[in-house]
Each structure stands twice: as C-alpha cells, then as structure tokens.
C-alpha cells in the first residue's frame, strides 16, 4: 500500500480519541492537531459517573466539527484492575462507545513508547516504586485493550521514538513527515497501522 504520514491518517477522522499510559507524551500531538488540522481539543474529565461512566465520553462526541479528545476511557480499563481491582468502565459500555466512535468517522490514536524510556520518564518525575513497578503491566493492558477496541473502531498506533539529547531539535509536531506502513483500518478491522513519531525524551503528558 502507498505510503502516507501521520498528518494524511489522521485527517481522515472526524474524530481522534488520543490515549495512552503513564509517561507517553500526547501534549505535541494534540497540540499539531489543532494547529495543522483544525481540530479542537478537548480533555475529558477523570471523573466517571458511578451509573454511567461513559457518559460524558458520549457527550462529547455531540460536539461539531474536528474533535480530538485527551481521553482516559481506556485508561479506566487498564489502570482499574491493575489499582483498584476493577474498572468502572465495562468492556459492554467501552464497545458501544468505540461504535459511537466509528459512526462519527472517528479512530482511537493509541500513543506508546518502549517500556525503559516510560520508566526513566515517570523516575524523573519521582514516580514511587510502585508506579514503576506497574509499567509493563500497564503497555501490555494497553495493546490488549486496543487489539480488543479495533473490532469495533479504527485504532492508530503512534510508537514514539525518543531523540538522542546530543541529537537535533526534534520537531515541535510529531509525526510530521514521518511514514505509516499502512493506511488506517476501517471499523471492524483487526490490522493495526503502527506509525512512528519521533518525541523528545522528556515529554510532558502521560
């Protein structure tokens, strides 16, 4: 298939569900997605309904125009039975949304990076020991939620490739230019296009 970079996949989406673990930089993304493509972002709040947590997912997908969406959904599924013993978002609700999603032209963009770079990210945060400790964990949750989401929506894969310090300033917009093997999947597909993006070491957002 022709070759085509992170700024031609994503336009191709009405609507951007961006997530990813601890440590994964999405601050430069969000931020090259409203400014190249006129999408307005939005950040979810960490605070899910007890009767129903997706809602104000839901919601915003009833807003106009190009949304992108600094979410935590899928977060929930992860991070809930790992902290907590449980998700308050079931896999039931998180389907029903991902369709929500798709009918709204939209995709999931997960964001991921390799497992020593999130650790030296979150360490120099003075992350506790248990933070760290949860890491793999937590990027294998990850790629099991978005392989389980791809039925039911398009998912992006964005593997940040971090820049040497010595190195040249890395693009303020990641991606930019950057080639994706494979154009992105249509709802109910299970090949996940992977693109990489190079990010600074330091990036900022989870």
Do not use: K
């Amino acid at each position: 298939m022709p070759e085509m970079n992170l700024d031609h996949s994503v336009a191709q989406h009405r609507t951007l569900i961006v997530e990813g673990c601890d440590g994964v930089g999405r601050d430069a993304l969000l931020a090259g997605l409203a400014r190249r493509h006129g999408y307005t972002v939005t950040r979810a709040s960490p605070d899910l309904p007890h009767v129903d947590p997706v809602r104000p997912y839901r919601e915003l997908l009833l807003h106009g125009g190009a949304l992108a969406v600094d979410a935590g959904l899928v977060g929930e599924l992860v991070y809930g039975p790992l902290r907590h013993g449980h998700s308050r978002v079931t896999w039931i609700q998180a389907f029903d949304f991902a369709e929500a999603v798709a009918e709204r032209h939209g995709a999931f963009v997960h964001v991921t990076a390799p497992v020593p770079v999130l650790e030296d990210r979150l360490a120099a945060r003075g992350a506790s020991a248990a933070a760290l400790a949860e890491i793999e964990a937590a990027v294998t949750g990850y790629d099991h939620a978005f392989s389980t989401l791809a039925e039911h929506a398009p998912v992006l894969t964005v593997e940040e490739q971090p820049v040497a310090d010595d190195g040249p300033d890395p693009d303020p917009d990641p991606g930019h230019g950057e080639a994706a093997p494979e154009p992105p999947v249509s709802s109910f597909a299970r090949p996940l296009p992977r693109i990489r993006s190079p990010v600074p070491c330091c990036a900022q957002r989870r």
